[in-house]
């Protein structure tokens, strides 16, 4: 009995101070949360529209979806005329310091792709973070959906699935390499299962 | 009489934090934000706003409960406490600031570890009262700030040649020193810098 008290006596400031941050926290989540969610679907909207600017709404189609054994959903692009344009998801991969998240949109056939726009990366500035540099993202545009080769010097050859790497950046131009290699082909499977192209 | 000693004390409090002792060029604490979010002069400003939030509402708060800490259970105190403080401020940011956010990755969560704010609520919070406290957390923040600004605008301005993103240094004869920008180059200005301090200080002496 004197034990259970001398316990209350020690530790009532820590238990207690305990529960008042934890409630903090809760309430600052749930005034906070909604608006930070909206913020990063918006930011995802942004970027599939600057990949497929024809589009007019974007479907979730295969939502909570794995591919590569990365979590996310997957949007079809749709335009003016009810037609599919493409489809788009995020894709994941480690880079040289820290994550990198795409999201990368192939067309409707899932024949090309549509090019990549970086939605999180913590890579070396002027190195690796060059690969938002358009001259690096436009050598994915309409290359088709094998497997992509990194090259490290010379012109690389679009119809080859040649990508020149970023000079000084080897470590993130694989990594984006790679992220596209590990989710195509789970993604095109991914598609065929559930009918949504040939 | 005893409203004048406090006047001086305050005073004092409050101008140790941004030169005698100021937390990094004086006292060296912080120096994982200091050199880690110093490449441009946004992030730095960003993070010392965040760490003068934290390190504001920890002393207060450590100040108002200082006759009921146990002396074994106050640094599981401060922690719990400083950790909820980093968590709304990375939250807030998240929210209404998400670039900054982004550009500061895991460095604001890091702020729990910075010594500056753990530091002042053993060596100042716990001890004195709430003014007192608010004065010194003020102060200090103020240094933080301080020093932040200086290491930030000189790697902005030689590693990119711009401050706040404003081109400045780029009408041709310019070319970015690149690796300021760079951890090697947070070092190498932050050592310069102390140095710069070390000579001031001497001769003021």
Known sequence: MRSIKHFIEQSWLLITAAFLCGLLLAL?????????QRIEIGEMYDKMKSLMPQADKFEKVIPQAEIAGNPTDVYEA???????????FVGTGYGFADQIKLVIAV????????????????ETPGFGSRMTENWFRQQFVDAPTG???????????????QILALSGATVTSTAVVNIFNNHIGALKKLLKEKGLIQ | MAAEVNEINLGRTF??????????????LGMCPTLAVTAAVKPALTMSLCVTFVLLCSNISVS??????????????????????????????KAYAPDMSRALGPYVAL????????????ACASKNNLIVSITDALGMSVGFTFALCVLSSVRELLGAGTIFG????????FTPWLSISLPGGAFLTLGLLLGLINVITKRNK
């Open chain 2, 166 to 173: 404003y081109p400045v240094l780029s009408n041709g004869w």
């Open chain 1, 107 to 122: 067309n409707a056939d899932a024949s090309k792709l549509l090019g990549f726009d970086v939605l999180y990366s913590n």
């Open chain 2, 64 to 93: 108002l409960m200082r006759n009921l800490l146990k002396p074994h259970l106050r640094i599981l105190m401060f922690t719990l406490m400083i950790a909820t403080f980093v968590t709304i401020a990375d939250l807030f940011l």
């Open chain 2, 15 to 28: 101008t140790a934090g941004i030169w005698e002792q100021n937390p990094v060029f004086r006292l060296l």
């Open chain 2, 111 to 122: 702020i729990i570890v910075n010594c500056i704010i753990i530091g002042r609520a053993e």
């Open chain 1, 78 to 88: 749709i335009d003016k005329n009810k037609q599919v344009l493409g489809f788009s």
């Open chain 1, 147 to 161: 497997t992509l080769e990194l090259i490290k010097s010379g012109q690389a050859d679009k119809e080859k699935d």
């Open chain 1, 28 to 36: 600052t989540n749930a005034a906070l949360e909604p608006r930070i």
